[in-house]
């Protein structure tokens, strides 16, 4: 899968957000001059000439490759050669796994799913498809053959293996994990075992080869084979914080998630590990730990121990939010507001809102934060930041977009 071309516009917003290494800002910032002089069009870099030649580093142009996840915009590029079409395999259909199957079927007719699997019966998955409490009835036709799933017009096998290397994913670029079971880098590299070229990780893995989170720390993918996704939250957390640190310097800060309630949660009181979990998720707030407290310091080295975290777990089914309190060594030279919202004119994944907004407003949102910009507050250095993040769509949203950069290499 060679690109010949790919949107201005999404090449701005992958070096703005941090998706190329600084090393190739000013080899793709040629490009873009002069394929754009005005910085006006929605014209296309050329990466190819007639006579095949190109870039010398075609990893430039990997890292710019269909970033199509700018609130639905389509990216327009081009593909020398046949077969051109993505594979992935989703290993897992519970939430994570249907959203992203959903925002495939809608925004993504160049990427063919071609597996799922999962232990539960087929028709049970294919019910919690078509009916979803969340984001509504899906929209199209939901039905069964033996062994297959087909949706509309498309028929894709459907597989009940237990581990990985039992399936075939010979054809498969990217085996996108949906599963939260992985935790170690020997059961993600039975992936690899059978056949696909990658293994991507909706979850924390501490064994991953690279943890990556897009707007943050993308430049490091390089050729990590296992790649963990991080969380939700850290998806939300991160972007914010590297163009903190980029623009203004964090000097220390503290967030709390406020975050809906999950699977992992019970309906009653019951046993769980966490104390506080054990209580019933959908009557009560229950203070808990999260994992971007760690991760963030994997993602964000150099502010790495400056920033904490915990977590409320709140009684709605969806949309969670963060509030971040941080000192700021230096200040922005307009109100912080207007700072944030012109980073976020230029961010992949930043997007604001300056309306008063509820959680159900932001719901199906596709942006890792949407940073609500009426609740800034700030005071000498220290500012208080809150904004809101679907952990299931815009979560889903990011696997996407990381599952691309995986294959485009």
């Not at 899968?1 to 941090?18: D, L, P, Y």
């Not at 229950?286 to 080295?301: E, F, G, N, Q």
């Given at each position: 899968?060679?690109?010949?071309?790919?949107?201005?516009?999404?090449?701005?917003?992958?070096?703005?957000?941090?998706m190329v290494a600084p090393a190739d800002v000013t080899e793709i910032g040629a490009l873009i001059n002069a394929a754009d002089p005005g910085c006006t069009s929605d014209a296309e870099i050329p990466?190819?000439?007639?006579?095949?030649?190109?870039?010398?580093?075609?990893?430039?142009?990997?890292?710019?490759?269909?970033?199509?996840?700018?609130?639905?915009?389509?990216?327009?590029?081009?593909?020398?050669?046949?077969?051109?079409?993505?594979?992935?395999?989703?290993?897992?259909?519970?939430?994570?796994?249907?959203?992203?199957?959903?925002?495939?079927?809608?925004?993504?007719?160049?990427?063919?799913?071609?597996?799922?699997?999962?232990?539960?019966?087929?028709?049970?998955?294919?019910?919690?498809?078509?009916?979803?409490?969340?984001?509504?009835?899906?929209?199209?036709?939901?039905?069964?053959?033996?062994?297959?799933?087909?949706?509309?017009?498309?028929?894709?096998?459907?597989?009940?293996?237990?581990?990985?290397?039992?399936?075939?994913?010979?054809?498969?670029?990217?085996?996108?994990?949906?599963?939260?079971?992985?935790?170690?880098?020997?059961?993600?590299?039975?992936?690899?075992?059978?056949?696909?070229?990658?293994?991507?990780?909706?979850?924390?893995?501490?064994?991953?080869?690279?943890?990556?989170?897009?707007?943050?720390?993308?430049?490091?993918?390089?050729?990590?084979?296992?790649?963990?996704?991080?969380?939700?939250?850290?998806?939300?957390?991160?972007?914010?914080?590297?163009?903190?640190?980029?623009?203004?310097?964090?000097v220390q800060g503290h967030m709390t998630t406020i975050h809906c309630y999950t699977g992992s949660q019970p309906m009653v009181d019951a046993p769980r590990g966490d104390l506080a979990r054990s209580?019933?998720?959908?009557?009560?707030?229950?203070?808990?730990?999260?994992?971007?407290?760690?991760?963030?310091?994997?993602?964000?080295?150099?502010?790495?121990?400056?920033?904490?975290?915990?977590?409320?777990?709140?009684?709605?089914?969806?949309?969670?939010?963060?509030?971040?309190?941080?000192?700021?060594?230096?200040?922005?030279?307009?109100?912080?507001?207007?700072?944030?919202?012109?980073?976020?004119?230029?961010?992949?994944?930043?997007?604001v809102t300056r309306d008063a907004t509820v959680s159900t407003d932001l719901r199906a949102r596709p942006e890792s934060l949407v940073i609500a910009l009426p609740e800034t507050i700030q005071s000498?250095?220290?500012?208080?930041?809150?904004?809101?993040?679907?952990?299931?769509?815009?979560?889903?949203?990011?696997?996407?977009?990381?599952?691309?950069?995986?294959?485009?290499?």
């Open positions: 899968m060679i690109a010949q071309s790919v949107g201005i516009g999404e090449a701005r917003h992958a070096i703005a957000s941090g990466l190819f000439d007639g006579t095949g030649a190109g870039l010398q580093d075609l990893a430039v142009a990997a890292k710019l490759v269909k970033l199509a996840h700018r609130n639905g915009t389509a990216v327009s590029v081009d593909f020398q050669g046949k077969g051109n079409d993505m594979r992935v395999a989703l290993n897992g259909f519970g939430r994570i796994g249907r959203t992203i199957l959903r925002q495939l079927l809608a925004k993504h007719s160049d990427i063919t799913v071609a597996l799922i699997n999962d232990i539960a019966p087929l028709d049970t998955c294919a019910y919690l498809f078509r009916y979803d409490s969340v984001f509504g009835p899906f929209p199209g036709e939901v039905r069964t053959d033996p062994d297959a799933l087909i949706i509309n017009d498309q028929t894709i096998p459907f597989r009940q293996k237990r581990d990985l290397a039992d399936l075939d994913l010979s054809d498969v670029d990217v085996v996108m994990d949906c599963t939260g079971t992985i935790s170690t880098r020997a059961h993600a590299a039975r992936g690899l075992t059978a056949g696909a070229r990658n293994v991507l990780i909706s979850g924390p893995c501490d064994e991953a080869e690279q943890t990556i989170v897009l707007g943050a720390n993308a430049h490091l993918l390089a050729d990590a084979r296992i790649v963990s996704n991080a969380s939700c939250t850290t998806n939300a957390l991160a972007p914010l914080l590297r163009v903190l640190q980029d623009s203004c310097g964090v209580r019933a998720g959908a009557v009560s707030m229950v203070p808990t730990t999260t994992s971007a407290t760690r991760l963030i310091d994997r993602v964000l080295p150099d502010i790495a121990g400056r920033v904490t975290g915990a977590a409320v777990r709140v009684p709605v089914i969806s949309v969670s939010a963060i509030d971040l309190v941080v000192t700021l060594k230096t200040l922005p030279d307009q109100p912080l507001a207007d700072h944030l919202a012109c980073i976020a004119q230029t961010s992949a994944v930043l997007g000498g250095n220290q500012a208080r930041i809150f904004g809101w993040y679907d952990n299931e769509w815009g979560f889903s949203a990011r696997m996407i977009d990381m599952a691309r950069l995986m294959a485009a290499r």
